[in-house]
Nanobody, 124 residues
Framework: QVRLYESGGGSVQAGGSLRLSCRFS????????MGWFRQTPGKKREFVAG????????SYGDSAKGRFTISRDNDKNTVYLQMNNLKTEDTAVYYC?????????????????WGQGTQVTVSS
C-alpha cells in the first residue's frame, strides 16, 4: 500500500517562499508519476504541478507557472514543491498524489493515492 506524507507547510507573508516535501513509501517510487494539488474550502482540488517518473517532463497549472517548481529525488523517495513569490490566493491545503506509470496526470480522479495534506497560509 502506498503511503504519502506531506510536510513543509506553514504560514508565510506574501512574496515569501516555502518548500513542500512529500515522502512516498510502500511501493517503488520510481514507478509513479507524482502530482501536487491544492484545495480551499468549498472548492474542488486544483492541479498545481506534476512530474514524470524520471523527473524530466513536468507540468504546471496556470496558477503555478513561473513561481513554483516541482522536483523529485528517487533515491530519497520524495517529491518537492518549491513555491516562490507566494500570494494570498495560494492559501490552501496542499496534497501530493501518486499515479502508477509515467504519464503526468492533471486531473484528480487519475491519481490512485493521496497524502493527508499540509496547510499553506499566505498573509498580506
Amino acid at each position: 500500500q502506498v503511503r504519502l506524507y506531506e510536510s513543509g507547510g506553514g504560514s508565510v507573508q506574501a512574496g515569501g517562499s516555502l518548500r513542500l516535501s512529500c515522502r512516498f513509501s510502500g511501493r517503488t517510487f520510481s514507478s509513479y508519476a507524482m502530482g501536487w494539488f491544492r484545495q480551499t474550502p468549498g472548492k474542488k482540488r486544483e492541479f498545481v504541478a506534476g512530474i514524470s517518473v524520471g523527473g524530466g517532463p513536468t507540468s504546471y497549472g496556470d496558477s503555478a507557472k513561473g513561481r513554483f517548481t516541482i522536483s523529485r529525488d528517487n533515491d530519497k523517495n520524495t517529491v518537492y514543491l518549491q513555491m516562490n513569490n507566494l500570494k494570498t490566493e495560494d492559501t490552501a491545503v496542499y496534497y501530493c498524489a501518486a499515479d502508477f506509470g509515467d504519464q503526468i496526470q492533471t486531473i484528480e480522479i487519475a491519481y490512485e493515492f493521496w497524502g493527508q495534506g499540509t496547510q499553506v497560509t499566505v498573509s498580506s
